[in-house]
Every structure is written in structure tokens, then in C-alpha cells.
């Protein structure tokens, strides 16, 4: 099993960035793919970016495409979500999910086997 967690939320203006950080327990992290998913008050769980074992391919929501970019550093068992642009709209708690999966892409939340906390993101307009 992995055991990830999360870093790095937090409350920013509208425009503003964050990095969200997603630290792994196992190695090699590198055999995992992963992914951010968030979830907002009322709403359903949602994808919004995912990275392939390697960090070869990565897949974005239309929501974030251009905006936010996600990539990992297999080394430091860590991923990453940079968030550029933010809007009010982008608020919501941001999981981090793993999967060892041989498809691609994986979009939908229960592929993911291993998730973390979460972690709180509010963009303020």
C-alpha cells in the first residue's frame, strides 16, 4: 500500500497560485500513476489532473487546461499540482489519489486504490 499525503492548500486571492504537493509513503513511487481530484461543498468529487508513472503523459480537466499543471519527482516520492490563475470557482478540498493501473487515461475517481487527506483550497474573488 501507499499512504499519501497532501500539502500545500491554503487561501489566495482570485489570480493568485499555489502549489499543492503530494508526498508518498512507498517506493517506487514511480509505479504508481497519479492523480488530483477536488471536491467542493454540495458537489461530487471531481478530476482535475492526472500523471503517468513516468511523467511522460498527463491529462487535464477543460476547467484547468492552461491553468494548472501537474508533474511528480519520482527521486522525493513526491507529485505536485501548480495552480496558476485561480478563480473562486477552484475553491474546493484537493485530493491526491494513486493507482497502479495499466490504463490511460484514468479520469474517473474509483480507479484510484490510495488517497490522501486533503487538503483546503479557497480562492477569495
Known amino acids: 500500500q501507499v499512504q499519501l499525503v497532501e500539502s500545500g492548500g491554503g487561501l489566495v486571492q482570485a489570480g493568485g497560485s499555489l502549489r499543492l504537493s503530494c508526498a508518498a509513503s512507498r517506493r517506487p513511487f514511480g509505479s504508481y500513476n497519479m492523480g488530483w481530484f477536488r471536491q467542493a461543498p454540495g458537489k461530487e468529487r471531481e478530476f482535475v489532473a492526472a500523471i503517468n508513472r513516468g511523467g511522460s503523459s498527463t491529462d487535464y480537466a477543460d476547467s484547468v487546461k492552461g491553468r494548472f499543471y501537474i508533474s511528480r519527482d519520482n527521486a522525493k516520492n513526491t507529485g505536485y499540482l501548480q495552480m496558476n490563475s485561480l478563480k473562486p470557482e477552484d475553491t474546493a478540498v484537493y485530493y491526491c489519489?494513486?493507482?497502479?493501473?495499466?490504463?490511460?487515461?484514468?479520469?474517473?475517481?474509483?480507479?484510484?486504490?490510495?488517497w490522501g487527506q486533503g487538503t483546503q483550497v479557497t480562492v477569495s474573488s
Open positions: 489519489a494513486a493507482n497502479n493501473a495499466y490504463r490511460w487515461p484514468l479520469r474517473v475517481a474509483n480507479e484510484y486504490g490510495y
